[in-house]
């Protein structure tokens, strides 16, 4: 069994990368960077989301000798030219203040009208092997942001994002309905077949 390193110290990510492995019939040892305590985070300087999870991939994979995935997400809002984009954690100007990148964005959505409220979250999941050997793909939920946020479920910009097709914004929709529909999911879930291939 081929150990696969996620480099997240999030267990939610973990425990949805290994349902979709196990899904389609991987049953690799996944594990998360707190395996490898010893090694430090990595700085995100690329300017894509693929260029980030990339980075990440591939130092945790460097450090290790074993394959290593790793992803980067954000939101973007299309009246804002794709911003935050690579920004989206940190749009307020301090990293993870969940309510504060809401709240901005909210604040300079203040005047425009429902039509041209359209956004996507992206999610870019890079497999990078000890080899140099790489690969990336995508996952995209598109919506409508919400003048107010709404639910509680979610993190992040979920409150007001509502996913096109549905009444409710992502932070209502339950754990295993936004899995089904994330655009991490969608990217996680394009990648297994490359971890097949390349692992076996």
Same mark, same amino acid.
């Given at each position: ?10 267990? @939610? ?11 389609? @019939?991987? &049953?690799?040892?996944? *594990? ?7 090694? /430090? ?5 690329? *300017?894509?989301?693929? =260029?980030?999870?990339?980075?990440? +991939? ?8 074993? /394959?290593?995935? %790793? ?13 935050? !984009? ?8 301090? &990293? ?7 709240? #901005?964005?909210?604040?300079?959505? %203040?005047?425009?009208?429902?039509? &041209? ?19 990336? *793909?995508? !996952? ?8 107010? /946020? ?20 992502? %932070?209502?929709?339950?754990?295993? =309905?936004?899995?089904?529909?994330? &655009?991490? !999911?969608?990217?996680?879930? +394009? #990648?297994?077949?490359?971890?097949? =291939?390349?692992?076996?």
């Amino acid at each position: 069994m081929t150990r696969l390193i996620l480099a997240t110290r999030n267990a @939610g990510k973990i425990t949805e990368l290994h349902a979709i492995l196990a899904d389609a @019939g991987l &049953h690799h040892d996944l *594990v998360g960077a707190d395996a490898y305590p010893e090694i /430090p985070d990595v700085k995100e300087t690329g *300017v894509t989301f693929a =260029e980030n999870a990339l980075l990440k +991939a591939h130092a945790m994979a460097q450090a290790t000798g074993l /394959p290593a995935v %790793a992803d980067d997400s954000g939101l973007a809002v299309d009246v804002l030219g794709g911003a935050p !984009g690579i920004f989206s954690a940190r749009w307020s100007g301090t &990293h993870g203040d969940d309510t504060a990148n809401l709240n #901005l964005i909210l604040a300079q959505l %203040a005047d425009i009208d429902d039509p &041209h409220r359209t956004a996507h979250f992206t999610c870019a999941a890079a497999l990078a092997l000890p080899d140099g050997t790489e690969r990336v *793909v995508e !996952g995209r939920l598109q919506g409508t942001l919400r003048h107010t /946020p709404a639910g509680t479920n979610g993190f992040g910009y979920d409150p007001i994002l509502q996913p096109d097709g549905y009444a409710v914004t992502c %932070a209502e929709l339950t754990p295993a =309905e936004k899995n089904a529909i994330s &655009h991490r !999911g969608k990217a996680f879930r +394009a #990648l297994a077949p490359v971890v097949r =291939e390349l692992l076996g």
